[in-house]
């Protein structure tokens, strides 16, 4: 990974605040996840993350993200670069990004590469893959699960006789103004006259 040296100011405020939503427990549990997946445990000290550069390590080169992309949805990654070259690990992350989208995963819920592969926004990863996992339950896949699963969507189809009777109940919730008239009011612009108890007196 390239070094970019420390970061300052505004840059170093997003990467305290990157930082601050990458839990431990969820990144743990959707590490566990892709093992089971994979059929396969990660090298990780205690077998598990205890800190977010574990996380980063064994997904950043985008082979195991592109074995699990390809159980859901075989053949979805049809060459898996296995050099170490940094370009191969980046292209590896955006073939898995792209194969995402093409499974149905929506754009909010995917990463961008360079979260992964420089540590900007693991917490984005760690999103996705719980996102991935429900979009797989809705999917009907039977295998391991994580995350909440997608609900269907429940589109309703109305008839041009009920979206019509429906503008009649919202055209009475606002009542009706059927003999309203403007009769005793001042014209528009002019001056209203106030008259004292007693010169109205007087004038009557």
Known sequence: MAYHGPAYGLSRECQMK?????DLDRANQAI??????????????????????????????????CHLINRLRPGAVSKINTMKAPFKQRENIEMFVKACQEYGLKNQDIFQVNDLYENKNLYMVVDCLYALGGL????????PVIG????????????????????????????????????????YGSTRQIIPDELHRKRN
């Open 148 to 187: 909440v699963r997608i609900a269907q969507e429940n589109r309703r189809n109305f008839t041009p006789e009920q979206l019509a009777e429906s503008n009649k109940i919202i055209g009475l919730q606002y009542g009706s103004n059927k003999g309203a008239s403007q009769s005793g009011m001042a014209a």
């Open 18 to 22: 990157a930082q601050a939503k990458f």
């Open 136 to 143: 797989a339950q809705k999917n009907g896949f039977k295998g």
């Open 32 to 65: 566990q996840w892709v093992e089971a997946m994979l059929e396969q445990d990660f090298d990780l000290p205690g077998g598990r993350v205890t800190e977010a550069s574990d996380f980063a390590r064994v997904l950043k080169d985008g082979t195991a993200l």
